[in-house]
């Protein structure tokens, strides 16, 4: 049986949290302003559509590999 938990307000299975945790645990990650001419992108962890339309003043962390929300950034990774 799946285990659940509440990260950022998104419902996510433990497994695939914690994977997301260790693989952002291992990026560089710097303060990065969300371009304008895209869509949006999702936060490694909680899967939140970034930028967030609930928190437009929110920070966003980019990598190599994508984005994290403030939120997951200053949670698990500062």
């Known amino acids: ?3 659940w938990i509440l990260v950022n307000g998104a419902k996510i299975e433990r497994k695939f ?3 997301n945790v260790a693989e ?4 560089k ?5 969300f371009p304008l001419d895209n869509n949006h992108s999702h936060c490694l962890i909680c899967n939140i559509a970034i930028p967030s ?5 929110e920070k966003n ?13 200053k949670h698990f990774i500062e």
């Open 29 to 33: 990650w710097k303060q990065a302003a």
């Open 53 to 57: 339309k609930k928190n437009k003043n």
């Open 1 to 3: 049986m799946d285990s």
């Open 61 to 73: 962390y980019k990598s190599e590999n994508g984005w994290l929300c403030e939120y997951c950034f």
């Open 24 to 27: 952002a645990k291992g990026l």
């Open 17 to 19: 949290f914690e994977e």
